[in-house]
Structures are given as structure tokens and as C-alpha cells.
């Protein structure tokens, strides 16, 4: 990584504002004196290259830190285990540690932190995991972040593993950043594809810039590599039952409890219908008209049996609550259909379910960026075309 340096000598009014104008974060500043680029600052190096010439220059940092990347072997994946139960985000993500290892030639190895580890560790190796770590112990029976950190650190300083894939669940997003953090290394949030390069570097893709480009992220000069991934981005492959691996018990100690934090009692909240998990979705976005006509658009969920989403203006608009959003801010689906009515198709909402093995999208503008990913266009009024559907629903149930 590099850092812009300033030349004071060549800075004058004219030049300052011809930097202050370029830069599209507004990080230059320029009090009549000194220039002064913030914190703002995204390192797109348009002043280096469009400002004036000299007055900001880019300096590679040649003292920047290496590591031996032959000390560090194969892509863990942590294993969720909320409840006693394989959270599938696990399965998702060990087929995908598989592949990326595969270029490598290296292992693929789970980490379980669990009071009682049941058959959970021959689950993750019939997944793909050839060594599954396991920590066990009864302070593992509630979730603390801190003594959960205890124990992920500790297995990374010792098993030394190239990359972590953690999923996005209320866990990792808790425990990713602050395990990162301890052993000072790079972490992608919220990837949605992931490659490997032959020298181990991991290629962490993900939405940037509002989803307007997709950066390619690597850690070359630190390790392990720290990702974190969404439910239902990557496809969780079958089981092999026939699958051999190593179980291996990581001893545990006491003092990695926690003991500023004491958890009298923890009750698991009542199962609600998550869209993640639907198989059949019904989308509406800025194209309803009012809130009063989400009756009507539950009408035709209940009619095809589907769950009803939306696009993120009608959570900001207090319509539906944000458990019903798809997109960046959203959730991630994979439906086997899924119906998008009165939606434009932001990238960020695309984002969020562009792999729904089938589209069929409603929209009154026939240039609606939906159309481009979807696999059957609807030019038309959402309210019209929805009374149709209804009506052949109808149809096809008295027929059967």
C-alpha cells in the first residue's frame, strides 16, 4: 500500500483549486495556505493523474510488511453452530473452500466452537472438510464474543490456516472483524464471488461504490486472509457419505472465559419465515402505488404460495420491515422463482437475487435494467398483469 504525498512548493491557489474541484470524495482541502487531503480519501489517485503536475505524487511504501505464505496452508471455513445445529451457510461455504483449495493443492479444514459436538464434525466433513478442529467446551454453550474470539485466534496462531471464510450470520459479522483485528489483517465483508490465485492470494470480490463497480480485493503482505460471506451466495453441494476426514479436539483453556459478561438464561426466538429460504417469492418495489395495495399483492402470494419481498424504498417508506428486503442492504435469495413487480433492478437489488434459477420480471418501462437479468420480461402494469395472474392461478386450481 502507498500514501500521496503533497510538494508545498508547487501548491498555489490555482492549483489547489484545481485539486479540490477533481476530487470526487471532496478529501482535498485547501485553507488558503496548506492542502491537505483527509481521511475521505478512497486512493483512486485521480489527482496524481488528471491534477496538476507534481503537486501530488503517489509513493509506493517499499517498508511495507511481508510474510512467508509457505507457513500458512489451506482455507478454513467456521463452522456455525447456533443452537447446536449447522447454521447451511457452513455447507455453502466448505463447497466453495473446496474449490478455491483445489488450485492450491491445499486442505480444507473446519473450525467448531460447540458445547456438545454431536455429529456435527462427520456433517462437515462429508461436505468437504478433510480436518475438522473442534473446540468444546460448556462456555461454548452461549455466544460471547470475546471468549469465542479466545478461542478462533487461537486456532489460526496454531493451525496457521491461508484463508478464513466466515459466514455472514449475527456471529461472524460479530466475531470476523474482531479476530482480524487481533492478528492484524486485511477482512472482506459481504463477498460475493471468491477466486484463488496459484501463490495463495485470495481474490475477494464484492459490490463497491453502491454496487456501480465490483473491486477485486487482495491481502498480499498478510495472513491469514479474513472473508466474510452471505447466506445463499454460493451453492451448498450434496453430501458425501462416503466422505473420510480427521477430527481433531483442540484442548481449551479456562481463562479464555469471558467473566465480565455472565448470561443468566438464553431462550432461542420462535421460527419466522425467513425469505432466504422461500422457495417460490413474490417481489414488489417502487412501482405499488400505495401501502393499502399490499393486500392485494399478499392476495396473489397466498394465491401461488409464495413470500412476499420487496426492494429497499419500501422499507425506507415504512411499508414492510427491512425482513422483507432483498439487495446489498438486504438479504441474499435464491428462490426457485421469484416475480418482481413495479421494481427497476438497481444493482443492489440485483445483487440480492440474480441467481434465482427463474426470473420473471413486471415493469411498466420497457428499458428497466430488471429485464436484463431476468428470464421472462412482463412490459405492462403491475396491477393488471397480477389480476391476470390471479385469474389463471384460479383457473389452473379448478382444473385440478
Not at 496452508?73 to 443452537?83: F, M, N, P, R, Y
Not at 447454521?87 to 486442505?107: I, M, N, Y
Not at 461504490?209 to 486472509?225: E, S, V
Not at 440485483?350 to 415493469?363: E, F, P, Q, T, W
Amino acid at each position: 500500500m502507498g500514501k500521496l504525498v503533497i510538494d508545498a512548493s508547487k501548491v498555489n491557489a490555482q492549483t489547489a483549486a484545481q485539486l479540490v474541484a477533481l476530487c470526487p470524495f471532496s478529501a482535498i482541502t485547501y485553507n488558503g495556505e496548506t492542502l491537505d487531503i483527509s481521511a475521505a480519501c478512497k486512493m483512486c489517485r485521480l489527482c496524481v493523474r488528471k491534477g496538476p503536475a507534481g503537486v501530488v505524487q503517489y509513493i509506493e511504501d517499499t517498508q511495507a510488511p511481508t510474510v512467508d505464505k509457505s507457513k500458512w496452508q489451506g482455507v478454513a471455513v467456521l463452522a456455525d453452530a447456533t443452537g447446536g445445529t449447522l447454521h447451511p451457510v457452513s455447507f455453502e461455504l466448505l463447497g466453495k473452500a473446496k474449490e478455491l483449495a483445489a488450485v492450491t493443492g491445499q486442505p480444507v479444514m473446519a473450525l467448531l466452537l460447540c458445547d456438545q459436538a454431536a455429529d456435527m464434525p462427520q456433517k462437515l466433513i462429508e461436505r468437504g472438510a478433510d480436518t475438522v478442529y473442534i473446540y468444546e467446551h460448556p462456555m461454548f454453550r452461549d455466544f460471547c464474543v470475546t471468549t469465542y474470539a479466545n478461542a478462533f485466534e487461537d486456532f489460526i496462531q496454531k493451525i496457521k490456516p491461508s484463508a478464513v471464510l466466515v459466514g455472514a450470520l449475527s456471529r461472524g459479522r460479530s466475531l470476523a472483524p474482531r479476530v482480524a483485528s487481533r492478528l492484524r489483517t486485511g477482512l472482506t465483508a459481504d463477498c460475493t464471488m471468491l477466486e484463488m490465485k496459484e501463490n495463495t492470494d485470495l481474490v475477494q470480490i464484492r459490490p463497491a461504490f453502491g454496487g456501480n463497480i465490483m473491486a477485486r480485493i487482495i491481502t498480499p503482505r498478510t495472513r491469514p486472509q479474513f472473508c466474510t460471506v452471505r447466506y445463499k451466495v454460493f451453492s451448498a453441494v450434496a453430501p458425501n457419505h462416503d466422505a473420510a476426514g480427521t477430527v481433531l479436539r483442540m484442548p481449551v483453556s479456562d481463562s479464555w472465559q469471558d467473566t465480565r459478561v455472565t448470561i443468566e438464561s438464553a431462550e432461542m426466538k420462535p421460527p419466522e419465515k425467513d425469505i432466504s429460504e422461500a422457495d417460490i417469492l413474490v417481489a414488489v418495489g417502487r412501482g405499488l402505488k400505495s401501502a393499502a395495495d399490499l393486500a392485494k399483492v399478499q392476495a396473489f402470494c397466498s394465491a401461488i404460495g409464495a413470500q412476499l419481498a420487496c426492494s429497499r424504498p419500501l422499507v425506507e417508506a415504512g411499508w414492510l420491515d427491512a425482513s422483507h428486503q432483498i439487495g446489498l442492504s438486504g438479504k441474499t435469495v435464491r428462490p426457485s422463482l421469484i416475480i418482481t413487480l413495479g421494481i427497476s433492478g438497481a444493482v443492489q437489488f440485483a445483487a440480492g437475487m440474480k441467481s434465482a434459477d427463474c426470473i420473471i420480471a413486471v415493469n411498466s418501462d420497457p428499458a428497466a435494467p430488471i429485464f436484463d437479468i431476468a428470464h421472462y420480461a412482463v412490459v405492462g402494469d403491475l396491477y393488471e398483469v397480477m389480476e391476470s395472474f390471479l385469474k389463471k392461478a384460479e383457473e389452473h386450481s379448478h382444473e385440478t
